[in-house]
Nanobody
């Protein structure tokens, strides 16, 4: 059983940076693709970044490409999302998730992810 806990959210001014972390329990975390999603008020959840089991392959949603970096440290059972040049439109609750049924490759569809954290709020002021 895998459980995920996010941390690192907060309030930041536009142009600033935040680093989100996702701490995973369970010894099989290192076999699962991982993703970071966000949901803004009144909007649907969207995948912003995803990474394969080893960290060697990544995906970014167009609006965060070049500003966000996803990474993972399987030895520490953690995943991270470094967010730079933040914009007010990045304001949302951010969730990490893993896709236990799709061992290995990057997953870019929401339905592939079956274990989610509780979320962490990111607020970017203008």
């Amino acid at each position: 059983q895998v459980q995920l806990v996010e941390s690192g959210g907060g309030l930041v001014q536009a142009g600033g940076s935040l680093r989100l972390s996702c701490a995973a329990s369970g010894r099989t975390f290192n076999t699962y693709p991982m993703g970071w999603f966000r949901q803004a008020p009144g909007k649907e959840s969207e995948l912003v970044a995803a990474i394969n089991w080893s960290g060697g392959s990544t995906y970014y949603e167009d609006s965060v490409q070049g500003r966000f970096t996803i990474s993972r440290d399987n030895a520490k059972n953690t995943g991270n999302l470094q967010m730079n040049s933040l914009k007010p439109e990045d304001t949302a609750v951010y969730y990490c998730a893993v896709a236990r049924l799709y061992a290995g490759a990057v997953q870019v569809t929401t339905t592939a992810y079956d274990v989610w954290g509780q979320g962490t709020q990111v607020t970017v002021s203008s």
